[in-house]
């Protein structure tokens, strides 16, 4: 296959996504807070995990198929929210929304996406999410549940690790302001991206345009301000209780990394949880999802799903090892997006689940979820 042979992984796609975007869309999708640290204790936890491979086990056969919330994913892995994602490339959500229906894998559109859920209902499949950064307003909070119920979100997503803005001092560096505005810094930076130019000339910039629909009342706002922070609050149990009250599908919890969290929300009624620290966007000092994993299975019989630093199928298959039923990339599909446009979604799913085969059959494995058996622990101590 062509692609395979000029992208085989991810680091290829990210290689040529950087290329393809202006500065500011790159460190908007690239950076983390603080130093960065997080981002990158992600990946190198990530690494720190081993697995032995397995030897004289004779032909096996990998089954990816698993199952989620009621429903069976062709793959145990999907698409993380990501909030403008049409800035990163133009028409963003239609093409994943689309591309994780051909996958049939989940694909979960943001709050502060760049079309709303009505805009790519025609294209959703029956496994999409819906993520909500909880309104204020009981009465936008109502009318944002039932829009994605209506529009065909089978499962809401509350992320929780968002309780204020944070710094994301790259970002802030290279000159990216909420809504984007062309100064002529950032029209300098375009000009030496002539593909991202042209698609976005076409389209317009992007807005979030769901929060857009809520804007009227919230006019007049200081211009460091996006009417999505005023319309976005930090939800305390009690908004939890009314949520799991007032949506009758799956409800997912996303940003949890305390195992007395994990206890207290599977009290409360959900349904999955998401372990994520927003890829090192909010706090440096964050442990990797990865090194919280093995405490938060302990604490819950909840599905447990887990992001931050996945590349290829073997990261996902390490998750796995240590407790995770599913996984999820958001970066990952931007970059594949920005590097090949429409195509590149499609050829990620590709890379991973090529990915997955290869090293499932190099540890024995017929299900991701049999992992857990190859999982190399240290050393005993000597005696
Ligand atoms: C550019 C960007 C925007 C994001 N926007 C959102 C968002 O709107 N809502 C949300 O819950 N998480 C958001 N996230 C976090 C992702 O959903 C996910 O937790 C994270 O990207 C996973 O790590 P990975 O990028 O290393 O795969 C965002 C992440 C990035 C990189």
Redesign the pocket.
């Given at each position: 296959m062509h692609l395979d042979a000029r992208y085989p992984a991810l680091s290829d796609l990210r290689a040529r996504a950087r290329r393809r975007v202006p500065r500011f869309v790159w460190d908007?999708?690239?950076s983390g807070t603080g130093s960065e640290a997080t981002?990158r204790r992600?990946r190198a936890k990530l690494d720190a995990v081993l697995l032995t491979p397995s030897v004289l086990h004779g032909e096996v056969t990998p089954d990816l198929r698993t199952p989620l919330l009621g429903q069976d994913m062709a793959l145990p892995v999907g698409i993380?929210?990501?909030?403008?994602s049409g800035l990163?490339w133009p028409g963003a959500e239609r093409h994943l929304a689309r591309a994780a229906a051909e996958a049939e894998i989940p694909y979960?559109l943001?709050?502060?996406?760049s079309r709303t859920p009505e805009d790519i209902a025609d294209v959703l499949g029956p496994r999409a999410w819906f993520?909500m950064?909880p309104p204020r307003d009981p009465e936008i909070r109502a009318d944002m549940l039932r829009r994605a119920r209506v529009a065909g979100f089978a499962a809401l997503?509350l992320?929780v690790?968002?309780p204020v803005g944070s710094r994301r001092e790259r970002q802030q560096r290279s000159g990216l302001t909420q809504p984007p505005r062309l100064t002529p810094r950032l029209l300098a930076q375009v000009a030496a991206r002539p593909a991202w130019a042209l698609a976005t000339a076409r389209r317009g910039m992007p807005r979030m345009r769901l929060i857009d629909d809520y804007a009227g009342p919230t006019r007049g706002l200081p211009s460091n301000r996006h009417a999505g922070y005023l319309l976005r609050t930090a939800p305390d149990w009690d908004y939890l209780r009314w949520l799991r009250d007032n949506w009758t599908g799956p409800l997912v919890v996303?940003?949890v990394l305390d195992p007395a969290d994990a206890r207290e929300l599977q009290a409360a009624g959900i349904d999955a949880l998401w372990i994520?620290?927003?890829?090192g966007?909010q706090f440096d000092a964050a442990p990797a999802t990865i090194e919280v994993l093995p405490e938060i299975r302990a604490a819950t019989d909840l599905p447990v799903i887990l992001?931050?630093?996945?590349e290829g199928g073997l990261d996902i298959l390490r998750a796995c090892a240590l407790g995770a039923d599913f996984v999820?990339?958001?970066?990952?599909w931007?970059y594949a997006l920005a590097a090949l446009g429409p195509f590149g979604p499609a050829h990620l799913a590709h890379i991973l689940r090529a990915d997955l085969e290869a090293n499932m059959g190099q540890l024995g494995l017929a299900r991701p979820a049999d992992a857990a058996a190859r999982l190399r622990r240290g050393p005993a101590p000597p005696a």
């Open positions: 908007y999708l690239d981002t992600n993380a929210p990501v909030g403008m990163v979960t943001s709050t502060v996406a993520q950064y997503v992320t690790d968002v996303k940003g994520s620290n927003h890829a966007r992001d931050g630093g996945i999820m990339l958001g970066r990952g931007h």
